[in-house]
């Protein structure tokens, strides 16, 4: 059993002074394998202060010491990425395959950031003016528990390389995931104050994070409830904000696709991290008179998934993170039939064979209408919708009939049509036959997924602000 109680402040480990302790199972034999002390406020008030202390320092900073700082972070995380990996497979429970490349995106995330800083150019001359542009200040960086190691890796990496100072809070649901993600970061020997880390809960340390004076900055990725309840209490000391929030992304299947494949793509969209991504594909949208062959292309694919346990590297889908992850996703697939829907794979309950554990089966669903609670929410388990369209128009209506718009895919054999198709798509960003984001491109949503944009530049501007100085 292993006891987590402590928080990272100003370059050192240092006990908790919360009181609350929350105990963690592992998702595949629902054992228990740590219990952790949260943070709370006084805690939070610490790690905020001492940002705020390093911040001049870290603001002062040149570019090369900071591309400096970075190798220094993305060696440190890579040597211990077969660590990240493992807690990934026993805290959360993805499957090997997937746990391996968040392991290594990790490492990759600061890599790709010192690439971006070193051809930036920090001042521009625009009109009569020098245009600066300077960090904005101490960040809070507030992550979900779906992908804890790459998401403050990569938004750390953005807050250095902008020269922002910051206090990281992950998801208290991921105290291993973090413990190990510290001790890596903390490896790296920056000075102190650089960067903080502590467990707390979201109406706790994430409050006092969004309320905060000294909090120049919040750049969150989780739902978009939690989203809407950062910015509102951002909005009081005007804080600057990036959402990474909700999706539903829509994967299109156009008539002159290569069928057998692109539904292999579609399905790994909508099944990765174990339908656990935001940017999984789950609403498959086919032409109409393909469907027969849709839905016996789809029967096929998920029969021949293995669901299972996570450290197998056969298996495709392992554990959901927790029992009410479980829980929901049954409701989900209940819901799919009460309201008329037609189950194709899958359903209720755990695979067979699997006493234990939050599995769920694959489940699929056609004949689902735009309006039914599956094709609107996000699920966050592998359930897929097949919705069927009528032509072009229809197809892009379709995707378009959502709240969100963080991602959408298009698969067709014509590479032109798929584009022009893109450019009708409310998404951040469009996916054209391949299911793997291209990590230096600007990442976010549109509606309500999100605001901003991470990644590559235009996740180092979030960090920025202009400053212009003229003179006569
Ligand atoms: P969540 O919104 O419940 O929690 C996310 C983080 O916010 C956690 O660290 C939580 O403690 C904190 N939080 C909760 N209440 C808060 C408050 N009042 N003030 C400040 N912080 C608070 O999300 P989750 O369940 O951890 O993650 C799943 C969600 O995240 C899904 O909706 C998924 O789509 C989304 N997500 C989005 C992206 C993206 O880049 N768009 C990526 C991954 C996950």
């Known amino acids: ?21 929350l105990q963690s199972v592992n998702p595949s034999t629902e054992q228990t394998i740590a219990h952790t002390r949260l943070a709370n406020r006084d805690d939070a008030k610490l790690a905020i202060a001492a940002a705020k202390g390093a911040q001049p320092q870290l603001a002062g900073s040149s570019k090369s010491e900071r591309i400096e700082m970075l190798k220094q972070l993305e060696a440190a995380v890579l040597a211990r990425a077969d660590h990240i990996r493992d807690v990934t497979i026993e805290e959360y429970g993805g499957p090997v395959s997937r746990a391996q490349w968040v392991s290594q995106y990790a490492s990759q995330c600061f890599a790709r950031t010192a690439k971006i800083l070193a051809g930036y150019e920090f001042t521009r001359h625009i009109g009569e003016s020098v245009v600066h542009m300077r960090p904005v200040g101490v960040a809070a960086l507030i992550a979900p528990w779906n992908s804890v190691a790459g998401t403050i890796c990569n938004k750390l990496a953005s807050a250095i390389a902008a020269g922002c100072a910051s206090v990281i809070k992950p998801s208290e649901l991921s105290p291993w995931q973090t413990e190990v993600t510290a001790q890596a970061l903390h490896a790296a020997g920056l000075p102190a104050g650089f ?10 340390v994430g409050d006092e994070l969004s309320t905060s004076a000294d909090i120049a900055k919040i750049s969150f990725t989780g739902s978009t409830s939690t989203g809407k309840i950062i910015a ?10 990036s959402l990474g929030l909700t999706g539903k992304s829509a994967a299109i299947v156009l008539d002159d696709a290569p069928f057998a494949e692109a539904i292999g793509q579609a399905l790994g969209a909508a099944f990765m991290n174990n339908g656990q991504a935001c940017v999984a594909g789950t609403r ?12 016996t292309l789809v029967q096929a694919h998920v029969s021949a998934l293995r669901v ?19 829980e929901r996703i049954q409701h989900y697939i209940r819901r799919g039939l009460e309201q008329g829907a037609t189950l194709i794979a899958g359903g209720e309950g755990r695979p067979q064979g699997l006493q234990a554990g939050y599995f769920v089966k694959p489940t699929v669903f056609a004949h689902v209408d735009r309006d039914m609670d599956i094709a609107r929410e996000e699920i966050f388990g592998p359930v897929l919708s097949i919705l069927a369209y009528d032509n072009e128009a229809d197809a892009i209506a379709m995707a378009n009939d959502s709240i969100y718009g963080l991602q959408a895919y298009v698969f067709s054999s014509n590479v032109q049509r798929a584009e ?4 009708q798509l409310q ?5 054209i036959n391949r299911t793997m984001v291209d990590p230096l491109a600007p990442f976010g ?18 960090f920025l602000e202009p400053k212009a100085i003229v003179t006569v």
């Open 1 to 21: 059993m292993r006891e987590f109680n402590q928080s990272y402040i100003h370059g050192r480990f240092v006990p908790v002074q919360g009181t609350t302790v």
């Open 308 to 326: 299972g346990d996570p450290r197998d590297p056969a298996t495709a889908i392992g554990p959901l993170a927790s029992r009410s992850q479980y």
């Open 420 to 423: 022009r198709l893109a450019q």
């Open 427 to 431: 998404a951040g960003a469009v996916l």
């Open 232 to 241: 509102r209490a951002a909005v009081d000391s005007m804080k600057r904000v």
């Open 445 to 462: 949503g549109v509606k309500q997924s999100g605001l901003g944009r991470e990644n590559g530049l235009f996740g180092l501007e979030a």
């Open 195 to 204: 960067f903080n880390i502590l467990l707390g809960r979201g109406d706790d």
């Open 284 to 295: 498959l949208l086919v032409p109409r008179h393909r469907l027969e062959q849709v839905i």
